[in-house]
């Protein structure tokens, strides 16, 4: 309190006329008002209430005191309705802040327990593209400057295309490794395919067939995609992993125009002096076919490993096998109606996962899938 106009009368405050009575209430809520803010705790409101309505020396005592009782005829009335109303406006208010000191609203704590709006706020992290999402471009941007297109095609096969027309009849022996999860479907999904009968593909390849149904030759694609396998995870399996496909099928496509392509995106992707090798395969849409390997990315391709001794990741063989591929089969040809006569083309397929391990050395592929942060980081 700093005003102590309650303790004299109005006469020596010099207020003679009802109008000016207004004004000293006014004055007199704006006192109450700046100590009733003043009061954060039960304490300090309680030492409020009885400054202000405390029945011997309280303020509103006092002005009842001091400008009621001795004021003129003229100016009673205007004092005991302004009293009246200061009153009742001061003891909403003091309500109020009780109520909030009691609930313990921001409003109600003092300056230093407000919110600083110029501390740093809680930071989100932003995420990162994972790294087989960084890879899968990596390898598009590869193929994609010596002419691919990046194509895509579905992830629940029918068996005609993920086998039948990739010349894998119902009974061969390949089909042992890769039959695999089955969908039950309501309907046929399409001419050859029983109802009930669609898979999660094994691989890209049935995108060939999609891609070859679609478009006259030229074709230049590759393919990246999930695919599922009934394997048991471990180190270097998992039911669902990533491959690359790739298709290119024209009038005069050889056998050199087919390694040289790998050869080219090996050492795009690997570096320059990375050397590659293929050595004869089997697959029932290739003849021929060839697995592609790369000299060893750990000991350089000399078996040997850093410390001496025999490399353990190429196990001394200096050469680390990489992926399937060949040229198209010409029974492929008769399932979309090209020319086997005129058309000629090479395909292959990778694991990228094993693309991606084998490049950032992660030994593991169950980290691809676990998602730790920790992991995810190391690759921003
Ligand atoms: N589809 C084969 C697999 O998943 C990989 C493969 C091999 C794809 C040879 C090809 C190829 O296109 O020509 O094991």
Redesign the pocket.
Known sequence: MSHHSHETTLAALGVTEPGQVALLFAQLLAQANADLEAAHSADTFEKFRVDWFGRKSGVLTLVGDNWLKPASQELKPAVGQELNKFKAQLEARMEARRAAIESGAPEASGAKDRVDLSLPGVRRPVGSRHLIRQVFEEIEDIFVSIGFSVVEGPEIETPYYNFEA?NIPEYHPVRD??DTFYVEAAVSSGPGTPAGSLLLR????PV?IRTMERQEPPVRVIVPGK?YRRDNPDATHSFMFH?I???AVDTDITFCDFTGTIQYFVKQYFGPSVETRFRP?Y?P??EP?VEFDVSCIFCGGTGVAANGATCGKCKGSCWIEL????M?DPAVYGFVNYDAKKLSG??????MDRLAMLKYGIDDIQAFFQNDVRFLRQFP
């Open positions: 990739l490794d890769m094994t691989h890209t390849s060939q695919v491959q496909e790739g298709l395969s697959f849409f290739t076919s992926f399937g591929a060949g198209v090479f395909a292959f397929g990778m694991g």
